[in-house]
């Protein structure tokens, strides 16, 4: 499955946070594995499950089951990652929801969100919604408190002067610390909803925001693009079925349902995952045979049939024939240009 990821200034800012509490920064991050040298460029990534289990040993230390609502709420998004600028440059409520949903892989990637939208905005009669899609949410309550914290925070401290939070849905029972949460933000909360919903003042579907600027808000978005695109092209779809393909190459088992399977999504996600990407399964398989057994005729060390074996042939006419599809050229002759080319 893809390896899922958040960004290490999301990491840091948890556990500096910590600190009020009397923690010690490097005894804590050295109890999950990581060390203060992991966290210092804020871009970088740390596995998503190490990160669940920092939440997990900094709510034991500290005694706070709300810890991370009051991170949410207390600390500045723009002071954790670009995304935060960003959202903080946009013009309207709407074009920071586009925004955020836009760059949201570059805070936390995983991939659970099946193509759609991190957070969605329902209008529902005259009440507005911003509605979090995040599947198996129950799974870790806390970071569902966060979420909701980070846009109550941040309108609470740019735009006081205006309400925004009216009330919140929760999936999860009733905590022991639900009367906390709620003053923590705010705002009432009925917990066992059938969704994670946070109800907001519908003013703000056309109020501007203020002081905003274009040209800022371009700079920051380069730089998220560059980092965007350079998240996507570690982590493709591509890449990660070549990844599973590869280990059993050799046996000729080139299945998009097993390889669907071994990602954790259905046959019909891969599909529509890989026409994203401009490709498809039998495509990528097929490259990848041609690539690989032009590597392994170039090495020079393997025979014409132990190639074809090796790719998952089990004829060697059979692999001739491809390869000259392939490459327009015998395994015989691409290997004889090889070494006239050398000499």
């Known amino acids: ?18 600190a009020r509490w009397g923690l ?50 207390e600390t500045q998004l723009e002071n954790i990652s670009v995304v935060g600028l960003i959202v903080g440059s946009a ?3 709407p074009d920071a929801m586009v925004q955020l ?14 193509g759609g939208p991190r957070f969605s905005v329902a209008q529902e009669g005259n009440q507005v919604w911003i509605v979090d899609n995040r599947p198996d949410p129950n799974r870790s309550p806390a970071l569902t408190e966060a979420a909701f914290g980070r846009f109550i925070g941040e309108f609470r401290r740019n735009l ?6 009216v009330r919140i849905e929760m999936t999860y029972a009733k905590p022991a610390h639900a009367g906390e949460l709620e003053q923590v933000l705010q705002c009432p909360i009925a917990f066992g909803s059938t ?21 800022v808000f371009g700079i920051f978005a380069e730089k998220a693009d ?4 350079e998240l996507e092209k570690e982590d493709s779809i591509r890449a990660r079925v070549e990844a599973v393909l590869m280990p059993g190459l050799h046996k000729g088992e080139a299945s998009i349902d097993a390889t669907a399977s071994e990602l954790g999504m259905s046959r019909a996600t891969l599909y529509r995952r890989l026409k994203q990407e401009g490709t498809t399964f039998a495509e990528i398989a097929d490259e990848l045979r041609c690539r690989m057994a032009s590597d392994y005729l170039a090495a020079r ?18 692999f001739v024939r491809a390869f000259r599809r392939w490459t327009g050229q015998t395994p015989a002759e691409y290997r004889n240009q090889l070494l006239a080319a050398s000499a």
């Not at 499955?1 to 910590?18: D, P």
């Not at 949903?101 to 099946?114: G, K, P, Q, S």
């Not at 074809?308 to 089990?314: K, R």
Request: glycine share 2%.
């Open 301 to 318: 060390k393997v025979s014409v049939n132990e190639a074809a074996y090796l790719v998952g042939f089990s004829e060697a006419s059979s």
């Open 160 to 165: 006081p002067e205006h309400p925004f939070a």
């Open 101 to 114: 949903n836009r760059y949201a892989t570059l805070m936390v990637e995983i991939d659970i969100m099946e």
């Open 195 to 215: 969704r994670n919903a946070l109800q907001i003042a519908p003013e703000w579907l056309m109020r501007p925001f203020e002081n905003t600027s274009r040209y």
């Open 1 to 18: 499955m893809k390896r899922a990821t958040v960004a290490a200034g999301l990491v840091r800012s948890l556990a500096a946070f910590a």
């Open 24 to 73: 010690h920064q490097p005894d804590i991050l050295a109890e999950v594995g990581l060390t203060e040298a992991d966290l210092s460029d804020q871009d970088s990534r740390v596995d998503f499950d190490t990160y669940l289990k920092l939440i997990d040993v900094l709510i034991s230390q500290t005694g706070e089951p709300s810890l991370m609502a009051k991170h949410a709420v």
């Open 226 to 229: 560059a980092l965007l695109a």
């Open 91 to 93: 013009a309207s409520l």
